[in-house]
């Protein structure tokens, strides 16, 4: 017989072993993701944004409550991913919050909630032949100290129903996240030149994208005749910034100044073009005839542009798929069909346009693309049902009042927005140069990049028919339009040196139930799930007894 002595000692040794394989575990945590499309891995990128944090980030997430199905499994998404960010830095913390459970009145937390800036999502839930309608606030708030950065969980996305948007805002959560912890941790910003002096588009329609872009980089305006009598050194200061944003010019460039664009270009420098090459504007038509005229106009920027591999067309684009002008008469403010007002919905095929929801645009004009040895990506085009329309012509409120020739609308897409990237020689290679330049280059040593979008009025989101969107929602197709994440996915693409937004091409497909099969099966698994059990329990019993008598029958 062993000896009590001996018991106490085994048992003391493995009571220690068990602590010994505890306190290691503790320290090597090992996580292994399973899935085909390894959506639970976060890409170096995003392990980045968190890595260096040195302040607690506090993680509130208003999607909580009584929640559809689909947007249980959006909740768990987040959940799982924020646990993902949480064993890069432990000093995320995350809170889920329903917005709305509270003893204020529903309305007013809505309304409260509004005026923070969050858009409600309004979700109708089928079960069976009956509907019903609620309203949830898809986001988060991520604080550190005094920063707070608003990050949407629920990409929205013109004729998606509701699993669809759920499952594009999934492969949209692990950016949306990073994109916030980079701003929120960001030291070392980068420069962006905004361009003045050639009649470009209102302060007023730009408040809102370069408050958006102060974020993430420090924001300059940048007068090209600031220094007329010195243009090197001109273009000594422009080559201090990392990305220039010309938004609608109205005025000639010089060569001069285009010589000045061009050798910033040719030095590496970034650029974003929203050029018209129309004369058309909703204003013009306020007037007794409600009608205007459209015609060319002249940048001078035309060379300069051919060198480098685009062509803007002095031409109109009309687009079926379109968003609507107001009208007030009698019987107040009513929609008319304006089709030089393309609702652009933007592909897939590139992390600047993935998941981003239509673009408007006004008054836009068509691009061709010319064989030079630049790679070029289409980002932006117009609906199969468009066609170009040539200019001078007139234009008028009633234009489209009449029953259109849907047949004629056959042109089929056309390019509105290209990205370029490549070496870029110089537009004046070759030429004679406006000045001399101690540093001319004919050829780019380096890869560049530069966006070109005919369309100066992209900018002018947050605006319709020049009066402001209330929460940024256009009252007529109740769509908040996709062209700011459009607008800061470019500049964040030309800018983005680590790859973070990248992680928007990432590929991640949810399965959901078919709600009809479901609401149609649901009697007989009911009755699988309560009869089956019971019956399984009562054949075990009864086989459990009938061997047991024969056991112990002689």
Not at 195 to 201: A, F, H, I, R, S
Not at 248 to 259: A, I, L, R
Not at 304 to 308: D, H, S, V
């Given at each position: ?6 018991n106490?000692?085994k048992?003391?040794v493995?009571?220690l072993?068990l602590i010994?394989?505890n306190?290691?575990?503790s ?8 899935t085909k ?5 976060l890409s170096?990128?995003?392990k980045a944004?968190?890595s260096?944090?040195t302040q ?6 208003l ?9 249980k ?13 949480g064993t890069?830095n ?5 809170n889920?919050i329903?917005?709305?459970d ?5 309305e ?5 909630l ?7 999502a309004?979700?109708t839930i089928?079960?069976g032949?009956s ?7 898809p ?9 707070t950065?608003?990050?949407s969980?629920?990409q929205n996305?013109?004729g998606?129903?509701s699993?669809?948007r759920?499952n ?9 996240f990073?994109?916030?912890f980079?701003?929120?941790?960001i030291t070392?910003?980068?420069k962006i030149a905004i ?7 209102q ?5 809102d ?9 420090q924001?300059?305006?940048f007068n090209?005749?600031?220094?007329a009598?010195?243009?090197e050194k001109?273009?000594?200061n422009?080559?201090?910034f990392?990305a220039?944003?010309i938004a ?12 000045i664009?061009?050798?910033y270009i040719v ?5 974003l073009w ?8 909703l204003d ?6 409600f009608?205007?005229?459209a015609y ?5 920027l035309?060379d ?5 591999g685009?062509?803007i067309?002095?031409k109109l684009?009309q687009?079926l798929i379109s968003?609507p002008?107001t009208v007030?008469?009698q ?5 008319i069909n ?7 919905a933007?592909?897939?095929?590139h992390p600047i346009?993935?998941?981003v929801n ?9 691009i061709d693309t010319?064989?030079n040895?630049i ?8 609906s199969?049902q468009?066609k170009e329309?040539g200019?001078?012509k007139?234009y008028?409120?009633?234009?489209f009042d009449?029953q ?7 042109d089929?897409?056309k390019?509105l927005?290209?990205?370029?990237e ?5 537009a004046?290679?070759n ?5 001399k330049?101690?540093n001319?280059?004919?050829e780019?040593?380096q890869?560049?990049?530069?966006i070109?979008?005919?369309d100066?009025d992209?900018?002018?989101y947050n ?7 209330i929460n940024?929602i256009d009252?007529?197709?109740?769509q908040v ?9 470019s500049v ?6 680590g790859?973070l ?11 959901f139930?078919n ?7 649901k ?6 799930n309560?009869v ?7 054949v075990?019993g009864w086989?459990?007894t009938?061997l047991?008598r ?5």
């Open positions: 017989m062993k000896s009590p002595k001996n106490a000692t048992i003391v493995l009571i072993i010994g394989i306190l290691i575990a320290q090597l945590y090992v996580r292994f993701d399973l499309n390894k959506r639970y891995t170096d990128a995003s944004t968190v260096n944090a607690p980030i506090i993680i509130d997430v999607l909580s409550g009584n929640l559809p199905t689909e947007f499994r959006l909740q768990t998404e987040t959940k799982q991913l924020l646990e993902e960010f890069v432990n000093q995320i913390r995350v889920y329903d917005p709305l509270n003893n204020n009145p529903k007013e937390n809505i309304q409260a509004q005026e923070l800036g969050l858009t409600p309004s979700i089928e079960e032949n509907m019903s309608r609620e309203v949830l606030f986001w988060a708030l991520v604080n550190m100290g005094q920063k950065v608003k990050v969980l629920l996305k013109l998606a129903n699993e669809q759920v594009n805002s999934v492969q949209q959560l692990e950016y949306a990073a994109d916030a980079k701003q929120l941790t070392d910003k980068k361009l003045k002096g050639n009649g470009e588009v302060d007023k329609y730009l408040v994208f370069i408050m958006n872009l102060r974020n993430y980089y924001l300059g305006e090209m005749d600031s220094l009598s010195n243009p001109v273009l000594e422009l080559n201090r990392d220039t944003i609608k010019p109205t005025e000639p460039f010089s060569e001069t100044e285009k010589y664009l061009d050798q030095n590496g420098g970034k650029t929203m050029v018209d090459q129309v004369v058309a504007d013009s038509l306020q007037n007794e005839t009608s205007s005229f060319p106009q002249d940048l001078n035309d300069m542009l051919f060198r480098y685009v062509r067309n002095k684009v687009d968003t002008v007030t008469d019987n107040g403010e009513i929609p304006w089709f030089y007002s393309p609702m652009v933007p592909g897939n095929n346009t993935k998941g239509v673009v408007k645009l006004e008054f836009t004009n068509t010319l064989p040895g790679d070029k990506t289409i980002l932006l085009k117009s199969p468009s329309v200019v001078p007139g008028s409120l009633d234009e009449t259109q020739d849907i047949a004629t609308f056959n089929g897409n390019t927005g290209v990205l370029l490549g070496k870029f020689a110089s004046f290679k030429r004679v140069k406006p000045f330049s101690a001319n280059k004919e780019a040593l890869e560049n990049k530069m070109v979008i005919a100066g992209i900018i002018n605006y319709a028919n020049k009066k402001p969107l940024g009252k007529w197709t109740k339009y996709g062209n700011k994440d459009f607008l800061i996915n964040n693409y030309l800018l983005d040196d790859g937004i990248n992680i928007r091409s990432k590929e991640i497909a949810l399965s139930l709600k009809e099969k479901v609401y149609q099966e009697t007989l698994w009911k009755l699988i309560i089956v059990p019971v019956i399984l329990i009562l075990f086989l459990y009938t047991k024969k056991k112990y029958t002689l």
